[in-house]
Structures are given as C-alpha cells and as structure tokens.
T-cell receptor, first 115, second 114 residues
C-alpha cells in the first residue's frame, strides 16, 4: 500500500524568502506525485504533478517541485514566498499501475508567510 | 469552463438520518471520485466512478454508497448517520480514469451530524 509523509505540520517563512514544503512517499513501482493547496473553506486546488521525465516540475503560481527517486521525496518549493501563499498544502501519490484514480494524501502542511 | 460544483455546501443532520450529496463534474470529465476530510483522519478516499461504474472503493462501511449518472453527475449517500460522519466531503473529477489523470476538486459539502 502507498503512503505519504509530510513531516512538518507547519512551516513559517518571511515574505520574499524561499520556501520548501517537504514530502516523502512510499509506493510499489513508479510513483505519480501531486501537490494540492487548500485555502480556508475551499476545496483543493491542483498545483503540479510528476508523472515521468524531468525531475523538476513547474506548476501554478510560481511553485515547483523536485522529484528525488533515491530519497523518495517530492518537495514543493517557491523561490520567493508571498503572504497570499499562506494555506494548507497536501502532497499525494498514486502508483503507476492499479488503483485507478485513488489518491493517497499526506496529512498536510500549514504554510504561514509573514511580512 | 465551469469547475466542479457540489450541492449543498452545508448540511446539518441528526444521528440516524440519511443524506445525499451531489456533484457535477467539469464538462467532459467522465470520472468522479469522492473523499472525506476530517481533522483526525485527514483526506480519505471513498470511491471512484467512471462511466456509471464504481472502479475503486476505500475502506468505509457499507453505509457509504454512491452512484454516477449517464451525464457523469454523481451522488453519494450516507445512511444511518453517526457523529463521526461529520466532515467535509470533497468531490473530484478527471477526464478519464487512470494514474496519470489530474483530479480537480469541488468546494466540498460540509456535513455536521448532531
């Protein structure tokens, strides 16, 4: 069975500084990895995904993520954080075979960007 | 293109009642999945429907059921509600079913069971 770990419940960053939200995964076979963001009282918004190819994936709103197979990690990054980036971030995984559309999510990381 | 819509947005029920939640996917999307989000258990997969057939099911009791109609709209039903069913229920749609597909989520239905 697949699993996702987001080791930090909360990450605090000053506006303008780079941010990293960590994610590690466990899955049989090749992983398909996703990042979503959730604002208060809203559903999840898709940010980016890794399927295959380049290990650096670029997504919406200036976010990017780096896939590292040896470390089984898929950390979310942004070069310069904005206060408006403050939200709850979820990493999710699917195995490349089986499981259909089922996503397995991490517990989420609350990002707080301060002035 | 309109996003995923869910109705109602908020719902209050009492224990023992049943509830039906509705989801309209993005136009052209044929797969609909449902997730439950709670503070304690996080985001958990309930089930997926594609072409009116249930493709996957999560580890939830039989009180949780769903269906999909020919226009891809989906409903989920929870019978004999329990306090622990209080949650945000999220619907997600994708063009097809398969591991590469991106799921797009609706705003959710917040269910409170008293």
């Amino acid at each position: 069975a697949q699993s996702v770990a987001q080791p930090e419940d909360q990450v605090n960053v000053a506006e303008g500084n780079p941010l990293t939200v960590k994610c590690t995964y466990s899955v049989s076979g090749n992983p398909y990895l996703f990042w979503y963001v959730q604002y208060p009282n809203r559903g999840l918004q898709f940010l980016l995904k890794y399927i295959t190819g380049d290990n650096l994936v670029k997504g919406s709103y200036g976010f990017e993520a780096e896939f590292n197979k040896s470390q089984t990690s898929f950390h979310l990054k942004k070069p310069s954080a904005l206060v408006s980036d403050s939200a709850l971030y979820f990493c999710a995984v699917r195995p490349s075979t089986g499981g259909g559309n089922k996503l397995t999510f991490g517990t989420g990381t609350q990002l707080k960007v301060e002035l | 293109k309109a996003g995923v819509t869910q109705t109602p947005r908020y719902l209050i029920k009492t224990r023992g009642q049943q509830v039906t939640l509705s989801c309209s996917p993005i136009s052209g999307h044929r797969s609909v999945s449902w997730y439950q989000q709670t503070p304690g258990q996080g985001l958990q997969f309930l089930f997926e429907y594609f072409s009116e057939t249930q493709r996957n099911k999560g580890n939830f009791p039989g009180r949780f059921s769903g269906r999909q109609f020919s226009n891809s709209r989906s409903e989920m039903n929870v019978s004999t509600l329990e306090l622990g069913d209080s949650a945000l229920y999220l619907c997600a749609s994708s063009l097809m079913t398969g591991p590469q597909e991106t799921q797009y989520f609706g705003p959710g239905t917040r269910l409170l069971v008293l």
